[in-house]
């Protein structure tokens, strides 16, 4: 099993990154899939969720209404669409396959300049 993250970069507050989760070697069809994002020095939060079968997704606190969540199970890859970047939102991102066990990826740093 290997999760592949990708999308990350710098960008400037206001804008905009999709990150993507690419997933090989199980079917995405069993998994709920989880972004999460680690600060330096800071501990490893949940940012987005989306189910199964792509109809429940949940959103923190601090990025509802400018993150988006998707999921595409026949390219196996998940979309983290996030919009109105803003400092704050500087980590890395993590995508992880939530089962027994679960499946983490080796993540995407996003650097967001003020």
């Known amino acids: 099993v290997q999760l592949v993250e990708s999308g990350g970069g710098l960008v400037q507050a206001g804008g905009s990154l999709r990150l993507s989760c690419s997933i090989s070697?199980?079917?995405?069809?069993?998994?709920?899939i989880v972004w999460f994002r680690q600060a330096p020095g800071k501990e490893r939060d949940v940012v987005s969720s989306i189910s199964r079968n792509g109809v429940t997704a949940y959103y923190a606190d601090s990025v509802k209404g400018r993150f988006t969540i998707s999921r595409d199970d026949a390219k196996k890859t998940v979309y983290l669409q996030m919009n109105s970047l803003k400092p704050e939102d500087t980590a890395i991102y993590y995508c992880?396959?939530?089962?027994?066990?679960?499946?983490w990826g080796q993540g995407t740093k996003v650097t967001v300049s003020s």
């Open positions: 070697g199980i079917s995405l069809d069993y998994y709920t």
């Open positions: 992880r396959c939530s089962g027994s066990p679960n499946y």
